[in-house]
């Protein structure tokens, strides 16, 4: 099956600073790749995905790269902010309509003021 | 989590015990998944209905079963909890980019 690694465990920044996570996965097939937030007590949160056909994705101050040659991705969130602490998963699922997702084990980010 | 709700959000259960973990979507979409949480480990996918009246295993499905009751109600069943089942269960309801995840239901065995 699967095996998403994503590193690092814990991150910490200086509010303003920027903050990146990377993911390997090892099935070439994966062809989705999202990102979720998850705050304390609450479930997951998409935050921001991409596919196998694009190389770079942005939302606001949050981006997504994927390189399917090494099969690596990362998450970018710049200007980092207080509300932008939580723990950070990354997850990957083969197919277009296929969400069984195997999730990396997670980055706790604390921003500091 | 708009749009997904789960029941309880805490149960306490001894070795044996059984019980019924509900999930309900009001999104009308077709695919539900079941996902454990435990410490220091991502989700990971215990069962999934691809449409109302299919399920079909995950990664860790022993010991668990699963019922699509309709579009909207996907439960999970605990028949003889185990310790090894203490965790934070999550429903996810998915359609394309849209995706909810419900508050999570924290169980214990003891």
């Known amino acids: 099956g699967e095996n998403v690694e994503q590193h690092p465990s814990t991150l910490s920044v200086q509010e303003g600073d920027s903050a990146v996570i990377k993911c390997t996965y090892s099935?070439?097939?994966?062809?989705?790749f999202p990102w979720y937030k998850q705050e304390l007590g609450k479930g997951p949160q998409l935050i921001i995905d991409i596919r196998s056909n694009v190389g770079e994705k942005k939302d606001q101050r949050i981006a997504v790269t994927l390189n399917k040659t090494a099969k690596h991705f990362s998450l970018h969130i710049t200007e980092t902010q207080p509300e932008d602490s939580a723990v950070y998963f990354c997850?990957?699922?083969?197919?277009?309509?296929?969400?069984?997702?195997?999730f990396g084990a997670g980055t706790t980010v604390t921003v500091r003021a | 989590n708009a749009g997904v709700t789960q029941t309880p959000k805490f149960q306490v259960l001894k070795t044996g015990q059984s019980m019924t973990l509900q999930c309900a979507q009001d999104m009308n979409h077709n695919s539900m998944y079941w996902y454990r949480q435990d410490p220091g480990m991502g989700l990971r996918l215990i069962y999934y209905s691809a449409s109302e009246g299919t399920t079909d295993k995950g990664e860790v499905p022993n010991g668990y079963n699963v019922s699509r009751l309709n579009k909207r109600e996907f439960s999970l069943r605990l028949e003889s909890a185990a310790p090894s089942q203490t965790s934070v269960y999550f429903c996810a309801s998915i359609m394309v980019s849209e995706q909810f995840f419900g508050p999570g239901t924290r169980l214990t065995v003891l």
């Open positions: 099935d070439s097939a994966s062809n989705y």
């Open positions: 997850a990957a699922s083969k197919g277009v309509n296929d969400y069984k997702l195997s």
